[in-house]
């Protein structure tokens, strides 16, 4: 079976979320959770102020964007680019481009990853200050998608937190 990428859709400017809802409508009624897992309009938190006054609010990051996770074939490019409010998709000519998962993560998109780990697994760290280190498999957040892995620093055992991406199986 395919694997889901990330592909960018252009939108009618501030369609963005009508668009995500049309999507998840669509999905739902044509049962295509197995095509399109994951529909996200990237934001972040600005403070602006106001008469004085600082307030947080949501911006969005990418206007007329929207990111999509979805096994790209004839048919769910047709039901995507055929959704209300949808101009094209992000790409050379009519050719959607996918994206890989650290430019998603740039973006700030909270990726939906599941780890296959269990507590007592031992883990090799491929990123970060405890590079090629190895540990053992504490604690597993998905919600966060974190783990905490107990490492040997300076002969005691310390528990660090690192996130899905930074750790593979050992």
Excluded: C
């Excluded at 007592?120 to 998905?142: M, T, Y």
Aim: proline share 4%; charged share 25%; hydrophobic share 40%.
């Amino acid at each position: 079976m395919q694997e889901h990428k990330w592909y960018v859709i252009h939108t009618y400017s501030g369609h963005e979320n009508k668009v995500k809802a049309n999507l998840e409508k669509i999905i739902e009624n044509r049962n295509l959770h197995d095509f399109i897992s994951q529909i996200e309009v990237p934001l972040q938190e600005v403070v602006e102020v106001k008469n004085g006054q600082k307030k947080t609010v949501m911006r969005k990051v990418f206007p007329g964007y929207v990111l999509v996770k979805m096994i790209m074939n004839d048919d769910m490019w047709s039901v995507v680019r055929n959704t209300r409010g949808v101009t094209s998709f992000v790409g050379p000519g009519s050719k959607p481009s996918p994206l890989t998962d650290s430019e998603v993560r740039v973006m700030g998109v909270n990726v939906v990853e599941k780890i296959d780990l269990e507590l007592g697994d031992s883990v090799k760290i491929i990123s970060g200050p405890f590079e090629n280190s190895i540990g053992v498999v504490s604690e597993i957040n998905q919600a966060k998608h974190s783990v905490i892995v107990n490492l040997s620093v300076f002969g005691r055992e310390t528990p660090v937190e690192l996130d899905f991406y930074q750790i593979q199986k050992f």
